[in-house]
Each structure stands twice: as C-alpha cells, then as structure tokens.
C-alpha cells in the first residue's frame, strides 16, 4: 500500500436478507464511498433444506421446482436490494450468490476469488444469535479468512 491510497479497494458485502444484514450493507457502503472501494455484493444460496430431499423417498419435481424457484426469487431480491442501495450510494457494485450449505465458506472464498481485501458483514442474522455473541456463520468467516473481517453490530 502507498502512502495516501485506500487501506482497503474493494469490500465484500454478505447479506442473508435480514434486517441486520441490510443495515450492515448499509454500513459498509458508507465506508466504502467514504474511503472510495468498490463493492462486490454477495448472497450464499443454501439451495433445497436436506430435509426436503427426503430419505425414503424422492421429492416430487413439482416440489423441488418450485423449491428452486423461491430460492432463486430470495436470491435475486438479496442481490437487487444491495445493488439498489449501492447505486443510491454512489458506490460501484457488482454483485454475485453462490449455492453453498456453508455460507461462511462460501464468503472466504469468495472474497479470496474476487480479491477483495476486506468483508464487511453482520454479527448474526436470520438464525438468529447461535453464539453469545456473534453468529456461527460470522464466527467462521472470523475464524477462516485471511483478510480482515469487520463485524457490524
């Protein structure tokens, strides 16, 4: 880094679509218009919960079609709701969801495969507080990334 440039040039921004989610998008926007970053908007998409897959029998494909339709639906709201408060912002947005059961793996490795130098996401979200004080998904984001991680509270 050279004297007067950004510490950080391009943040990662996870979103689950809850209320602290977005508000930390928020945030981060700020921050990244504050300090002139780009922004790479992101969703991890779970894909069918394996208790629909069933065990003794095939789901129907009526069921898993309109399975993948809500959550391509959910995807797409996620992603458009980032872009939308990016382009309020100002900030340069691109914005990405991968199908993943692992949303904190999915976020390092994204974050690593776009080369973003910092992720900027919420303490917990739609699960809730599964940690005293942080999300098990933030949590392992903490845990397994090489570049830094800001928590919004």
């Known amino acids: 880094m050279r004297e007067g440039e950004p510490m950080y040039k391009h943040i990662l921004l996870p979103s689950d679509g ?5 508000k930390a998008v928020k945030q981060g926007l700020a921050l990244a218009k504050s300090i002139g970053a780009k922004v790479t ?29 809500r959550e391509r639906k959910f995807t797409d709201k996620v992603l458009a ?8 912002a100002g900030v340069p947005c691109d914005c990405v969801s991968v199908e993943s059961r692992s949303a904190a793996d999915a976020i390092v490795a994204t974050a690593k495969k776009r080369r973003c130098d910092l992720i900027f996401m919420a303490s917990h979200g739609r ?11 933030t949590t ?8 830094p991680v800001l928590v919004c509270r």
């Open 18 to 22: 809850s209320r602290l989610s977005r």
């Open 127 to 137: 699960h809730g507080i599964s940690a005293v004080l942080l999300g098990s998904e």
């Open 41 to 69: 908007g992101f969703y991890a998409n779970p894909g069918i919960p394996i208790e629909y897959l069933g065990v003794d029998a095939p789901m129907p494909q009526s069921v898993y079609d309109a399975e993948s339709e």
């Open 81 to 88: 709701e980032i872009a939308e408060a990016a382009r309020q």
């Open 140 to 147: 392992k984001v903490l845990t397994h990334s090489n570049i």
